[in-house]
């Protein structure tokens, strides 16, 4: 076998994810192979929107870990050759009723308890962002440092930069078996490369890499459509999600109507570089099938006029779909696998990949340096947690 | 002839593709994400066939459906009151 397909570290699956961690273990000085069955970012990471926020994450150890994150991503904005859109103008969450606004100010008042920059927004405020927002939304929050990211130019970006670092690439390449004795060897319909050690990034497919190897990985695809809408007048400058964007992602109750609920549709608009708008978003557990529903659309098109009745006139261009990583507690597993030294498995961030991606590189890492002080606790994200609790949707 | 606006809606010229294909030596699909030809109001339905002769000349992929160029529904621009219905 020739030194070109050896690698100290091979990385499987070329989302944004893989990117970062391909970005953080090639700057260490390790020698790292990305193996990536299509092109760089042709999975989810191209088929979401591009969010890098804390404004949508629970208190704790999930918005530690975007803040995380975001601080890590204003160093790549500098480092970086190749600009990735990187606009850091905060995020919106807006309420429905008065209801919600007082979660809101508990909402608030919890982070900014942890020291995060949040600002309750009343009807006034909310005017100022955006002359399209419906009359009677009461108000809604907002976090001063979340940002916005175009999310496959910042895996291109990466991957330019990584390579720099000596990132050896392999794309077009699917891993059809993984055996191991003292090394790993990962045979793929595009060649057959060794490693001393194997991180699975590879997202909603995950688990197919980890049955090679006899584990099973509890993440399940759960299926999100976003629109683009076309550029006429400008809507506003910052993302924007509803609070019951939370509830949905949390699987908390809400109060909307049964098809609303069914397609788990949840108002997001995000503003991009191009001037266009994404439009979200949905959460339906239909296995692998992407698939455009035209009645989930729908429903999402029924959701976004609630909140902006006076865009009734604007053009749709575009819609497509991705699979979100499910796993139940709503964590990422980022993490070694005790019972296969050496095979690390980074997946299952459901809807959070592109504000979680730059600290689960820099974790998997510190994770394969053997670095002790982490820039994350590591006990939240083991693969062993699952371990003893049944999987359900 | 360098400067031949190859898709109308996102302004792209014959050479940004060229240049960028060069640049990159990447696939046709990731040199429509970098230059956004193809992405913008007409969904192709004007430049897809420029687009696409013009990607297999400069990456030598063949315009499949899905690679370079995947036509995404809806099939022609929509306003939103007609996907969601008007208000009553």
């Not at chain 1, 961690?21 to 790292?32: L, P, R």
């Not at chain 1, 510190?366 to 003893?388: N, Q």
Request: proline residues 5%.
């Amino acid at each position: 076998m020739s030194m070109k397909n050896h690698a100290e570290v091979a990385i499987i699956g070329g989302g944004i994810v893989g990117c970062a961690i391909a970005y953080y273990v090639a700057k260490s000085g390790i020698d790292c192979v990305l193996i990536e069955k299509n092109d760089i970012a042709s999975g989810t990471s191209s088929r979401c929107d591009g969010n890098v926020t804390i404004v949508d994450k629970d208190p704790g150890f999930d918005s530690l870990m975007s803040w995380k994150s975001q601080e890590l991503t204003i160093e790549l904005n500098k480092e970086l050759d190749l600009p990735f859109e990187y606009r850091p103008l905060g995020s919106l969450l807006v309420c429905e009723n008065d209801r919600e606004m007082q979660a809101a100010k508990e909402w608030v008042d919890i982070q900014t308890a942890a020291g995060l920059k949040f600002n309750l927004l009343d009807r006034e405020d909310l005017r100022q962002e955006s002359p399209y927002f419906a009359d009677d939304i009461p108000g809604g929050l907002e976090c001063e440092t979340d940002s916005l990211i175009n999310p496959y130019l910042f895996c291109y970006s990466l991957i330019e930069k990584a390579k720099q670092y000596g990132l050896k690439l392999q794309t077009q390449a699917e891993v059809t078996n993984i055996t191991k004795k003292e090394t790993f060897t990962i045979e793929t319909t595009n060649g057959t490369f060794t490693a001393k050690k194997v991180v699975n990034a590879a997202g909603v497919w995950a688990p197919f890499i980890g049955k090679m190897l006899d584990l099973d990985i509890p993440i399940i695809p759960r299926k999100g459509h976003i629109m683009v809408g076309a550029r006429q007048k400008p809507i506003m400058m910052r993302n924007v999600m509803e609070f019951g964007y939370l509830m949905n992602k949390f699987g908390r109750e809400r109060i909307v109507d049964k098809r609303t609920e069914q397609h788990g549709v949840a108002l997001v608009l995000e503003p991009t570089e191009s001037q266009n708008f994404l439009l979200g978003s949905s959460r339906q557990f239909v296995g692998y099938d992407g698939r455009i529903d035209i009645n989930v659309v729908e429903t999402m098109a029924r959701r976004a006029m609630r909140f902006y009745p006076k865009m009734n006139d604007f053009t749709m261009i575009r819609t497509y779909t991705g699979f979100r990583p499910w796993t139940s507690d709503h964590l990422p597993i980022v993490s070694e696998v005790d019972s296969i030294p050496g095979f690390f498995i980074a997946a299952g961030h459901e809807g959070d990949g592109i504000s979680l991606a730059t600290v689960t590189g820099k974790l998997i890492d510190e994770l394969i340096r053997g670095v002790s002080d982490t820039i994350i606790p590591t006990d939240p994200l083991r693969f062993d947690r699952f371990a003893k609790v049944a999987v359900t949707q | 002839m360098d400067q031949t606006i190859i898709c109308r809606c996102e302004e792209v010229s014959l050479h940004d593709i060229q240049h960028t294909a060069a640049t990159y030596n990447c696939s046709a699909r990731e040199v429509k994400l970098r230059t956004r030809a193809g992405m913008g109001y007409c969904g192709g339905r004007t430049c897809r066939p420029a687009v696409d002769a013009v990607l297999e000349a400069a990456t030598g992929e063949k315009a499949g459906h899905d690679i370079p160029m995947k036509v995404q529904p809806p099939v022609r621009p929509v306003s939103l009151s007609v996907l969601g219905g008007e208000v009553k």
